[in-house]
């Protein structure tokens, strides 16, 4: 099992940077992946950010690419996703998820990550 932990959320001025933290505990050596997922109101959840933890590969959904940066600390078994820029369409509540098998398409699809956290709201004031 492994639980996961959403930190850094808050209200920001479009323009304004938050960073967003996610700690793993629990029986985090069977870890190959993590990423960030996102939900607004009335909208289905989507894909945001993504870090291979092998080879620290990154994936971006394209309207958060160059404005958001997803990191690791293995030692800390905790993902970042520092967002700049932000906008008021990026106002969401904010989803970090945990993949323990293999990836096979980059970046990996909602349904193959297996643990996820509760959540860390985001909102973006114009």
């Known amino acids: 099992q492994v639980q996961l932990v959403e930190s850094g959320g808050g209200l920001v001025q479009a323009g304004g940077s938050l960073r967003l933290s996610c700690a793993a505990s629990g029986r985090t050596s069977i870890i190959q992946a993590m990423g960030w997922f996102r939900q607004a109101p009335g909208k289905e959840r989507e894909f945001v950010s993504a870090i291979r933890r092998s080879g620290g590969s990154t994936y971006y959904a394209d309207s958060v690419k160059g404005r958001f940066t997803i990191s690791s600390d293995s030692a800390k078994n905790t993902v970042y996703l520092q967002m700049n820029s932000l906008k008021p369409e990026d106002t969401a509540v904010y989803y970090c998820?945990?993949?323990?098998?293999?990836?096979?398409?980059?970046?990996?699809?909602?349904?193959?990550?297996?643990?996820w956290g509760l959540g860390t709201q985001v909102t973006v004031s114009s």
């Open positions: 998820a945990l993949m323990i098998g293999l990836i096979t398409v980059p970046p990996p699809p909602e349904y193959e990550y297996d643990y």
